[in-house]
């Protein structure tokens, strides 16, 4: 039973530019979970699937984020216009089903935005 | 909205003793509480889970506890090791969905 994965796990950029990271899940899970952790501080959620349905977005994910997961399985995070602001890491978390069930989280991957 | 508070933000001990990091939640309608240890510049390590209906959860060394009436966790590490120098996160799972977090509480444990 191979954890969740994420990549890349270091992506440097330039401000303005387009940046997109991977997530997959554990296999069988169907919820899919993006966060974003700034230095010090602890992680904040940002958006959640059930399958391939993204059911809540935070207010922190505005206009210029967009996240998918085509067929209930890998999800994409992608993020338009970057800004010295998104500078992060970005988590994803999968697990069983909702309520009682473990979220079990990837490495993360770091956003530096120059 | 809950806020979930972790005290202290940082510790130091030396390495043997037994120690208590402290987590607390306005919200105590919740479903679980999640403990995670974060090393530096890697993802979460889960811990322990506590179920709504838990007051406790061991793993090893480490001990969790739950008092959903008064909106606090503990988490017990038992005689300490350098090893176990990381963050220490605490996050609470209200509608079964997302988790909030705390800030987080980073030990060391000096040899």
């Known amino acids: 039973d191979t954890g969740v994965s994420q990549d890349p796990r270091h992506k440097i950029t330039k401000r303005g530019q387009n940046v997109t990271f991977r997530c997959d899940p554990i296999?069988?899970?169907?919820?899919l979970y993006w966060y974003r952790q700034t230095l010090g501080q602890g992680p904040e959620f940002l958006t959640y699937?059930?399958?391939?349905?993204?059911?809540?977005k935070s207010r922190l994910l505005s206009d210029r984020f967009s996240a998918e997961r085509p067929k209930g399985s890998f999800s994409t995070l992608e993020i338009q216009r970057t800004e010295q602001g998104d500078s992060a890491m970005y988590l994803c978390?999968?697990?069983?089903?909702?309520?009682?069930?473990?979220?079990?989280f990837g490495p993360g991957t770091r956003l530096t935005v120059t | 909205k809950q806020e979930v508070t972790q005290i202290p933000a940082a510790l130091s001990v030396p390495e043997g003793e037994n120690l208590v990091l402290n987590c607390s939640f306005t919200?105590?309608?919740?479903?679980?509480l999640q403990w995670f240890r974060q090393d530096p510049g890697k993802g979460l390590t889960s811990l322990l889970l506590?179920?709504?209906?838990?007051r406790e959860q061991t793993s090893g060394r480490l001990n969790a506890s739950l008092d959903k009436s008064s909106g606090r966790s503990t988490l017990y590490i038992a005689a300490s090791q350098p090893g176990d120098s990381a963050t220490y996160l605490c996050?609470?799972?209200?509608?079964?969905?997302?988790?909030?977090f705390g800030g987080g509480t980073r030990l060391m444990v000096k040899p």
């Open positions: 978390a999968s697990s069983l089903g909702s309520g009682k069930y473990e979220q079990y």
């Open positions: 699937f059930q399958n391939e349905a993204q059911l809540e």
């Open positions: 919200d105590s309608a919740i479903y679980n």
């Open positions: 506590i179920q709504s209906s838990q």
């Open positions: 996050a609470v799972n209200n509608a079964g969905n997302m988790l909030t």
């Open positions: 296999s069988e899970h169907n919820r």
